[in-house]
């Protein structure tokens, strides 16, 4: 009964909350998100799968910021916390979404912008926009409210967020694969930890659901992360040598929609990928042994 009555007391609708600080902040994030989105899908769609990506970050961006925003304007946040770690979350989910609408920003403006594009121009100045916002609250958590992550916004959780994040760089940059069975195996390869990512993600954000395993999570992890560096290390193997043989970089490759590029950011994401499951790796077994993280 005291936590509802505290709810009860706090939970009073002040639309001046909205304006200033970390509700200002929000506010600015969900509409520059949306008026981003309602532009760009204004232009008409596209086959492209950046485009594609873009709509969805900007859209899954809005949306969960919507969602944090109403939980804390209500205060139902203080029932969250029994099971997670919100402060955690909420700069977690900051961090995410600054990857995100960055990296969409980065891949909008080197698709669509010319010289006579002003709906490409207008489309990635609000992007950037968007990142810079989300930076914003990074920032404000991280180094001016001094908020101490227990996953999500700390290193180990991090370390998913960005493998979850890279996983999905190579995804919207495949092409070319469908008629080799080494470049099948190297789709094979990246398509087998992702699903597995956000579910320890989850697992470890939900602190009773964690403790309700009938096994240790420490130990599946570095199983999964096992496995994960050595379907990496074939990836990474396989698909230089077989997307590029007999493939040269193109003299009239379009710097905007270059093939052969594309197919170089997979290779180039692989190897990124790879090294960060390698640390990720690294950094879990120091933590199983008790050593301490900066």
Not at 26 to 32: K, S, T, V
Not at 134 to 139: A, D, Q, R, S, W
Not at 209 to 227: A, E, G, M, Q, W
Request: net charge positive.
């Amino acid at each position: 009964m005291g936590v509802l009555d505290d709810i009860k007391g706090k939970a009073a609708f002040t639309p001046s909350s909205l304006l200033s600080g970390r509700g200002g902040l929000h506010m600015a994030q969900i509409i520059l998100c949306l008026v981003t989105f309602l532009i760009s899908a204004f232009r008409g769609g596209s086959s492209h799968t950046y485009w594609n990506y873009a709509m969805f970050a900007w859209a899954f961006c809005a949306i969960m910021t919507l969602i944090i925003t109403i939980i804390e304007m209500f205060m139902l946040h203080i029932l969250l916390k029994a099971c997670l770690d919100w402060d955690d979350f909420t700069t977690g989910m900051a961090m995410s979404s600054a990857l995100m609408t960055v990296s969409v920003a980065i891949f909008y403006a080197n698709f669509y912008i010319c010289r006579t594009c002003l709906h490409g121009w207008i489309v990635s100045i609000l992007a950037f926009l968007s990142g810079i916002v989300y930076i914003l609250e990074v920032v404000k958590d991280k180094f001016l409210d001094k908020k101490t992550g227990s996953y999500l916004a700390a290193l180990p959780g991090f370390w998913k967020v960005l493998e979850a994040f890279v996983s999905c760089m190579i995804f919207v940059s495949l092409t070319g694969y469908r008629d080799s069975i080494p470049l099948i195996l190297c789709v094979i390869a990246y398509i087998i930890p992702f699903p597995i990512i956000p579910v320890i993600i989850a697992t470890n954000i939900l602190k009773k659901l964690k403790n309700c395993l009938p096994f240790n999570l420490d130990r599946f992890v570095v199983i999964f992360l096992i496995i994960s560096v050595v379907l990496y290390v074939l990836a990474a193997i396989l698909w230089p040598i077989f997307i590029f043989r007999h493939n040269p970089y193109p003299k009239d490759c379009p710097p905007s929609y270059c093939i052969w590029a594309i197919q170089f950011m997979v290779a180039f994401f692989t190897f990124v990928n790879l090294i960060l499951f390698i640390l990720d790796l690294i950094f879990t077994l120091l933590g199983i042994c008790n050593f301490k993280r900066t």
